[in-house]
Nanobody
């Protein structure tokens, strides 16, 4: 069983930056992918970005391309989401999740971390 723990959320002004971290533990991680999702109040959860454990494959939803960067530190078993030029519409609870492939189904979830962008 994989355990995923997010950190790094907070309150930031529009135009600012935050970096979220997702620490993974509990198994070996070959053939694994980690994705970041978010859910704003009253809205469905949406996929934000994903990365393969090797780091060779990444994917972003259109609304964050050019602003967010997903990366991985294999030595620390940690995936990062660097968020730049934040907008109020980025406000949400951000979750990391684990699955077999970047664009496949995710079946292990962290507890979430709140990101609030003030205008």
């Amino acid at each position: 069983q994989v355990q995923l723990v997010e950190s790094g959320g907070g309150v930031v002004q529009a135009g600012g930056s935050l970096t979220l971290s997702c620490a993974a533990s509990g198994r070996t991680f070959s053939r694994y992918a980690v994705g970041w999702f978010r859910q704003a109040p009253g809205k469905a959860r949406e996929f934000v970005a994903g990365i393969s454990w090797s780091g060779s494959s990444t994917y972003y939803t259109e609304s964050v391309k050019g602003r967010f960067t997903i990366s991985i530190d294999n030595a620390k078993n940690t995936v990062y989401l660097r968020m730049n030029i934040l907008k109020p519409e980025d406000t949400a609870v951000y979750y990391c999740a684990g699955g077999a492939t970047v664009l496949g189904q995710y079946d292990n979830w962290g507890q979430g971390t709140q990101v609030t962008v003030s205008s």
